[in-house]
């Protein structure tokens, strides 16, 4: 298996893994006509993790790789099943709300694992870390109030939803540390294809979408994995509170790209998302400057 050890290296492996994942809106933006074909989307990027882990796993770990998914138990169904809400609820936030908006929910995570981590595994949250959390509610707060129409509040709610999904799938890993991280993601790409063939069916809409959004379905699906894979080996020679502030790499790159000229979207932050915003990257910071030991979430989106 191979390692990096080498915590300069780990940096910018860490940081290139951030940043595929950061081209997630971008590539959103890009599809023809999105809120018509989530379910689609859904589908092939639930493939194409599917796959693409799966390949990957048994380069890594051999013919017997298949062996993780009698180690998942209870654990690695419901962190499954938590990161399938989180694939599910993104796309319906951010095609009805700015990609700013979703970001910003999504780097919420932090908070909202240390708080299920504290109902359902009885750990300490420090007075520091509710600090953190309080002032990162008070910048969703103020963000909501910044969108109060319907179809942009409903995307902050998706957003919201998302986070929570990926803090199960944190959590599950804490509660059962031998838990396989990238069967269960695989697990949740599964659960994606299962629930979107469902819903197709039930409303009598084809499995693909057209030939370019097909495209783009995939590169995304590509872009989760590999970001995944360098994420895991940078991750292990990088100390947990630097790992947090990394994360942002993501949240300002999504951002950024929606809204570069050269690309064409354009997509300008109001006033309530850039104070909210940086309200939720003060907090993040402070939070990662406080706490001691931290196991980092896994941004998927």
Known sequence: MFEIKNEKIAIPVVLFAGLLW??????VRYMDQP???PWQYLFTRGIVIFLLLNIYLFFEEGKDFYK??????????????????????????????SAAITLLCLAAMPFFTALLGFLFLKESISLNVW??????AIGIIIMALGNPNKGSLLGLVFGLASAVGFSVFSVTLRW??????????SIAGLICVVVS????????????????????????????????ILYSLGSKAIPAAELTLLSLTEIIGGIFWVWLPLFGINEIPSNNTIIGGFLIFMSIIYYSLTIKTNRRFIALN
Do not use: D, W
């Open 35 to 37: 809120n018509q074909v």
């Open 176 to 185: 059962r540390k031998e838990t396989p991280k990238f069967t269960t993601v």
């Open 68 to 97: 993780n998914y009698l180690k998942a138990g209870v654990s690695g169904l419901i962190g499954g099943c938590g990161l399938a809400l989180a694939m599910i609820t993104f796309i319906y936030s951010i095609i009805n709300t």
């Open 197 to 228: 063939s469902i819903m197709m069916i039930e409303t009598q809409q084809s499995f693909v979408s057209s030939s370019y959004n097909q495209g783009l379905f995939s590169i995304h699906g590509t872009f989760v994995c590999l970001g995944l």
């Open 22 to 27: 950061s081209f997630g809106p971008l590539i």
């Open 131 to 136: 600090i953190a959390i309080l002032v990162a």
